[in-house]
């Protein structure tokens, strides 16, 4: 399976409208953005499907690690190899992609927000 069948594969199982979306687009948008999608479904998982917040914990270090790797030129994982070629043509940075990250570790955290701008702040890092 090739890095954009496994980030095709893991957008359309997550049931969402989004990847229907996704095939209007033209050829190299639309793999560039079911890559970012999947890279968020993975990352989301991660904290969505553990039961252990350290384990949790851990697997997004290792995705904060692989985004490294990403910005380094070795990708390891079959999405961040997705990302790749389409980190300049469309924006792609890896401060975009700890804030997703960073997002999710809030979901770690904290499951209520007191105040507008930590709530905002949450909304932007995990659905902007």
């Known amino acids: 399976m090739t890095p954009d069948e ?4 893991k ?3 997550s ?3 989004f ?3 996704f095939l209007f687009l033209p050829p ?5 953005i079911t890559a970012l999608y999947a890279f968020c479904r993975e990352v989301d998982d991660v904290v969505d499907e553990g039961m252990d917040p350290q384990v949790s914990a851990a697997k997004l270090a290792w ?13 390891q994982h079959p999405v961040t190899r997705a990302l790749e070629p389409h980190r300049e043509a469309f924006g ?6 700890n804030e997703i990250i960073d ?6 955290r904290q499951t209520r927000y007191l105040d507008w701008a930590g709530l905002e702040r949450y909304c932007y890092r995990v659905a902007s």
């Open 63 to 75: 995705w904060r690690a692989e985004v490294a790797n990403l910005f380094a030129g070795r990708p």
């Open 103 to 108: 997002g999710m570790e809030m979901d770690l």
């Open 92 to 97: 792609i940075t890896a401060e975009r992609l």
């Open 6 to 9: 496994y980030c095709q594969q």
């Open 19 to 21: 990847y229907y979306s």
């Open 11 to 13: 957008a359309a199982s």
């Open 15 to 17: 049931g969402s409208s």
């Open 28 to 32: 190299e948008r639309r793999r560039a």
